[in-house]
């Protein structure tokens, strides 16, 4: 039997090989154990290289016993690599954890930029508590609006000259130029009365703010999507003193005491009389500039008492009721009151122009 080779020594060398693999620490150290153990200069691949001058009985069993320690032996390592690289894994976790603690204290030592309301959704909400506060309901409506709706109710009927007025944006939806994009909040006063004589909820007092459309070319006082605020008041006995009294009120209620209104006559054909309402320039305090084209006054919406023919379109008995109504552009009094000098930079979305407001 060759030196070295017998099955205790062999058993033994595999007992101190297992234990070195187990105590083997780094990637380093378990590289080099590998080669030692493993590698071409071994001492299993020496014996291995000794089995040929054995006599075959022996050979076939040592043979066995040492292609044995060796799986032992490369299974250990290959086990050891595995631990090795899950504990890695775990080290890797720890000193990659973020600690929330850290994360609070540095944002408390510099706080994120918090966005904020946009100034119109900040002017319309202004606006409604206005309203509110003078005994208003706020109310909404649909943006895509039925002919019926947006003009014939509203005494405007079909050829109706003053349809020229809007700028219509249609919908290629059912007959032929029977849906709109609203051109005006006015279509909500329909509703809100149609509603009323439904419910039998008269007197009414409402605000419609929202958005509204016209096919028109932007420049720096016309949008084509913009925000208007309608008002719409129902009850017994109202006048036009009550509309002027309103609009001097709401005037000086936004824009401040030293802010007055005026009203101007004027058409429209769902009020009568209508008027035009104009407010002191917010430029010039009435001074008169070149923004207010040396008047002293800015234009700001149109009112009026409603009109019979409204009335009788929605059922409601003109011979008990009266009311008035008045509508004005959201986008405009924010303009207005900031001294904005384009209007299109409330739709650029520039956060250096809205984070002023
Ligand atoms: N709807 C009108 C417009 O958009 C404004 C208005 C509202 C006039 C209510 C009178 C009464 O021009």
Known sequence: MAPGLDESELAAYVEDALSRVASASGPAALGALR??????????AKWHRELGSLGPDERRTLGRLLNEAERAITE???????????????????????????????????????????????????LEDVFV????????GPEVETDWYNFEALNLPLGHPARGMHDTMYLDVG????????????????RSMEAAVRDRSLPLHVVAPGRVYRRDTPDASHLVEFNQIEGLVVDEGITFADLAGTISAFTSAYFGDDISARLRPSYFPFTEPSAEFDITCTICRGARCRTCSQTGWMELGGCGVI????????????????????????????????????LRALVDNDVRFLRQF
Request: net charge negative.
């Open 35 to 44: 080669a030692e153990l493993t590698g071409r200069r071994s001492t299993l």
């Open 76 to 126: 250990a390592l290959g086990e050891r690599d595995a631990e090795r690289a899950r504990e890695a894994r775990a080290e890797r976790l720890v000193a990659d954890r973020l600690s929330l603690d850290e994360l609070v204290d540095r944002a408390v030592d510099t706080p994120l930029a918090r966005g904020h309301r946009h100034l119109v959704t900040k002017t319309r909400d202004e």
């Open 133 to 140: 506060a003078m005994g208003y309901q706020v109310v909404e």
């Open 175 to 190: 007959t032929s130029e029977s849906v709109v994009l609203r051109t005006h909040t006015s279509p909500v006063q329909v």
């Open 307 to 342: 009109d019979p023919a409204v009335f009788a379109a929605v059922g409601i008995d003109p011979a008990r009721w009266s009311g008035f109504a008045f509508g004005f552009g959201i986008d405009r009094c924010a303009f207005m009151r900031h001294q904005i000098a384009d």
